[in-house]
Nanobody
């Protein structure tokens, strides 16, 4: 059974930092990319960042480029999203996604 478990969300002031984690279990994902998405209240879910398990290539949405960094620890089957210089508009529930599977989400709230 595949499970994606996010953690690391919370409340932070604008300009602060958070690191999200997504621990994957239940199968190997060597030919896939792990994605982070987010959904703010009243808005559609949007893509944030991606990392390929094999090779570690990354890709970011323009809105987070230069502020967020996605990385992986293959030994722990875990992907991280380091979020710096956070803005109130980054407030959302953040989800990890791979191969059609989704985590339960973790809330990030950035106060102004």
């Amino acid at each position: 059974q595949v499970q994606l478990v996010e953690s690391g969300g919370g409340l932070v002031q604008a300009g602060g930092s958070l690191r999200l984690s997504c621990a994957a279990s239940g199968r190997t994902f060597s030919n896939y990319a792990m994605n982070w998405f987010r959904q703010a209240p009243g808005k559609e879910r949007e893509f944030v960042a991606r990392i390929w398990w094999a090779g570690g290539s990354t890709y970011y949405a323009d809105s987070v480029k230069g502020r967020f960094t996605i990385s992986r620890d293959a030994a722990k089957n875990t992907v991280y999203l380091q979020m710096n210089s956070l803005k109130p508009e980054d407030t959302a529930v953040y989800y990890c996604n791979i191969a059609g599977y989704w985590g339960q989400g973790t809330q990030v709230t950035v106060s102004s």
